[in-house]
């Protein structure tokens, strides 16, 4: 993965979390959102974790 497309995808990661936040509030649970924030950060790094 090139450094440009990293940046963008940290970029839209870091900056959509507030809004799915905003929409999930009345959904789930705070913990299990950010359970599931975690989980999706490790699965994000999980290649270069492995190498």
């Given at each position: ?8 995808i ?16 009345g ?17 994000y ?7």
């Amino acid at each position: 993965m090139s450094p440009l497309l990293a940046a963008w995808i940290c970029w839209a990661i870091v900056g959509l979390s507030p809004v799915v936040g905003k929409f999930s509030v009345g959904l789930i649970s705070p913990a299990l959102l950010v359970f599931l924030g975690t989980l999706l950060g490790v699965l994000y790094f999980i290649p270069w974790m492995t190498r």
